[in-house]
């Protein structure tokens, strides 16, 4: 019985580990893909060893109307709706977390819809809105819909960070004079570094990759980012250059990359908050 039982725990441990390098792979194979063919002078949909490596895929898509000017226009896209976004989930996050009223559970379930709307639903008429208040093809108006689009999540995410630090701290400064709002950006918002770091860097991604709103917003050329951009590369014909795909894809990925590796270490720190409440 004892052997039997050895043998299937076995079987299963070979069926789970057979089920994760399946997993494992569908996410290895597209970004071995991108590597591998961003250094091939001949890519094409295989996933090969380059043909010889070669930096011309990089050097051609290397241009302001290619690469710099999309990226540019991505990161003050992003970095404008991720600054708003984390600011007004903070300021909206304090009051659910710090004060009880009956409408709190209302409200929040309300933003949860929100989080539940296709966005496909919703963009003729903000479309029509953003017409009649000349936002249409304008950096600010996106900056505002995405700001919009990412804050009910964002609140609930600061939030539930903001339950985790001890109310105690702030009675504290507000004996010492304080206001709520001091209390929140020198008292709250600092320790909770970690919670600020996970909503960064969820809002920034997500509105990094949006295509959508960008491509339903802008008009001018000029002012797409490179989500959008990126979509140039597909010819009308079928028609694709991999290898610079592949290579504007590494660069597209490139600050996402970066923006995680800077805050990657807050967000393992932790609230560790125990000892400040005692004696």
């Known amino acids: 019985m004892t052997t039997v039982l050895k043998s299937r725990r076995r079987s299963r441990r070979l ?7 399946v997993v494992a792979a569908a996410f290895v194979l597209p970004l071995a893909w991108v590597i ?12 090969k060893a380059p043909d010889g490596l070669t930096l ?10 290619i690469t710099f000017t999309p990226l540019l226009n991505s990161l003050l896209l992003c970095g404008g709706g991720t600054a708003l976004t984390v600011v007004c989930a903070a300021l909206a996050a304090y009051p659910l977390s710090r004060f009880r009223s009956r409408f709190n559970r209302p409200f929040l379930l309300t933003i949860l819809f929100a989080t539940s709307l296709p966005i496909t639903a919703i963009m003729v008429p903000v479309y029509a809105l953003f017409v009649q208040v000349n936002l249409i093809d304008t ?3 996106t900056i505002l819909f995405f700001a919009a689009s990412q804050l009910p999540f964002a609140i609930w995410l600061m939030k539930n960070f903001m339950d985790g630090v001890p109310k105690e701290l702030e009675e504290a400064a507000w004996t010492d004079g304080a ?4 209390s929140l950006v020198r008292i709250v918002l600092p320790l909770m570094g970690p919670g600020v770091a996970v909503v960064t860097v969820f809002s920034f991604v997500v509105m990094w990759g949006n295509f959508f709103v960008p491509f339903m917003l802008l008009l001018t050329p000029d002012q797409m980012p490179a989500s959008v951009s990126i979509n140039d590369f597909f010819g009308n014909r079928g028609t694709v250059v991999y290898g610079q795909l592949a290579a504007f894809s590494v660069i597209y990925s490139t600050p996402v990359i970066l923006l995680y590796v800077v805050v990657a ?3 393992g720190g932790g609230f560790a908050l125990g000892g400040a409440v005692k004696g």
Do not use: C, I, K, Y
Not at 36 to 47: C, E, G, K
Not at 56 to 65: G, I, R
């Open 15 to 21: 069926a789970a580990d057979a089920g994760l390098l």
């Open 36 to 47: 591998l063919s961003a250094l091939d002078p001949h890519a094409d949909l295989r996933v």
């Open 56 to 65: 011309d895929n990089f050097d051609a898509v290397l241009t302001p109307e």
């Open 139 to 141: 950096m600010q108006g």
């Open 179 to 182: 206001s709520a709002f001091q």
């Open 265 to 267: 270490r807050r967000l």
